[in-house]
């Protein structure tokens, strides 16, 4: 299971955050949050056996918080690991789109992929910290992982088997809202639940 955290006070304001790492989440957040426990407890019922880990950033812990209480899980015995965090965008951290926009044109593809910023983390960076993650915790059996927009699009990219993107040199999954979660088993990815919070080219998570 890999979830998206739900809305924060930088995405309502549309300011980067990539490794950021305390900016709670809004009240639509919180919702959002409630709603992935919500259908997780659905789909899996009470006390799933399931390891958890977490992006080590607030808004990551904090949704995955919410969710675990739905599913009468110990939040405590969450893992986290700094390869699960955010795109690392430099120097536009914490600066608003508008701001990086008059500044450097246009950064987000038709498909809500934000371009690196120029002395950011590259996207193909990205994947191979994850694809380590991956090796390093592949025998922990069933996963809940809570992470980001972009870090997620590339982690399952990898774990359902897609071929590198040309510009951006690394495999991506497709766009989700913030509050989404998907099930990925054995390369097939299934929408559990789909957010209502907004999507990769509006606010990275």
């Given at each position: 299971?890999?979830?998206?955290?739900?809305?924060?006070?930088?995405?309502?304001?549309?300011?980067?955050?990539?490794?950021?790492?305390?900016?709670?989440?809004?009240?639509?957040?919180?919702?959002?949050?409630?709603?992935?426990?919500?259908?997780?407890?659905?789909?899996?019922?009470?006390?799933?056996?399931?390891?958890?880990?977490?992006?080590?950033?607030?808004?990551?812990?904090?949704?995955l918080a919410i969710v675990v209480?739905?599913?009468?899980?110990?939040?405590?015995?969450?893992?986290?690991?700094?390869?699960?965090?955010?795109?690392?965008?430099?120097?536009?951290?914490?600066?608003?789109?508008?701001?990086?926009?008059?500044?450097?044109?246009?950064?987000?593809?038709?498909?809500?992929?934000?371009?690196?910023?120029?002395?950011?983390?590259?996207?193909?960076?990205?994947?191979?910290?994850?694809?380590?993650?991956?090796?390093?915790?592949?025998?922990?059996?069933?996963?809940?992982?809570?992470?980001?927009?972009?870090?997620?699009?590339?982690?399952?990219?990898?774990?359902?088997?897609?071929?590198?993107?040309?510009?951006?040199?690394?495999?991506?999954?497709?766009?989700?809202?913030?509050?989404?979660?998907?099930?990925?088993?054995?390369?097939?990815?299934?929408?559990?639940?789909?957010?209502?919070?907004?999507?990769?080219?509006?606010?990275?998570?």
């Amino acid at each position: 299971m890999i979830a998206r955290h739900g809305e924060t006070v930088f995405n309502a304001a549309a300011r980067f955050q990539g490794t950021i790492a305390h900016t709670p989440l809004t009240r639509a957040g919180i919702a959002q949050a409630d709603a992935i426990g919500q259908a997780l407890r659905r789909a899996l019922g009470p006390t799933p056996r399931l390891t958890l880990w977490a992006s080590p950033t607030g808004r990551a812990l904090q949704t995955l918080a919410i969710v675990v209480e739905h599913l009468a899980l110990d939040w405590h015995a969450v893992r986290t690991d700094e390869r699960l965090a955010e795109l690392d965008f430099g120097g536009w951290g914490g600066r608003t789109y508008a701001e990086i926009v008059a500044e450097a044109g246009p950064i987000v593809r038709a498909d809500g992929l934000v371009r690196p910023a120029p002395d950011g983390e590259r996207y193909a960076s990205m994947a191979a910290r994850l694809a380590g993650w991956i090796a390093d915790s592949d025998a922990e059996g069933d996963r809940l992982i809570v992470m980001h927009g972009l870090s997620s699009r590339v982690l399952r990219g990898l774990l359902t088997g897609r071929a590198a993107d040309g510009e951006l040199g690394a495999p991506i999954g497709d766009s989700l809202p913030q509050g989404s979660a998907v099930m990925v088993e054995r390369g097939v990815e299934q929408v559990i639940h789909r957010g209502t919070g907004a999507h990769g080219g509006k606010a990275p998570a």
